[in-house]
């Protein structure tokens, strides 16, 4: 397989240029003091802002930490 490449490289790849499209993203989760924790797809584009607003916002409860 190397020798394969160095040969293309050599007398055929002149600057190549390559797309690379996702076809499907695995899954994200959401836990914890939301109204809706769960699973859900993950889209391109997609930021923590809007995955906390998919999940039904935050329940507006005080987390609780323990010292």
Not at 24 to 29: A, C, G, K, T, V
């Given at each position: 397989?190397?020798?394969?490449?160095?040969?293309?490289?050599?007398?055929?790849?002149?600057?190549?240029?390559?797309?690379?499209?996702?076809?499907?993203?695995?899954?994200?989760?959401i836990?914890?003091?939301?109204?809706?924790p769960?699973?859900?797809?993950?889209?391109?584009?997609?930021?923590?802002?809007?995955?906390?607003?998919l999940?039904?916002?935050?329940s507006?409860?005080?987390?609780?930490?323990?010292?």
């Amino acid at each position: 397989m190397r020798i394969l490449l160095v040969c293309l490289a050599r007398e055929y790849l002149r600057n190549p240029k390559v797309t690379v499209d996702v076809a499907s993203f695995r899954p994200f989760y959401i836990l914890g003091e939301v109204s809706k924790p769960g699973e859900y797809p993950f889209k391109s584009g997609l930021d923590v802002l809007s995955a906390i607003a998919l999940a039904g916002d935050l329940s507006g409860q005080p987390l609780e930490h323990s010292h």
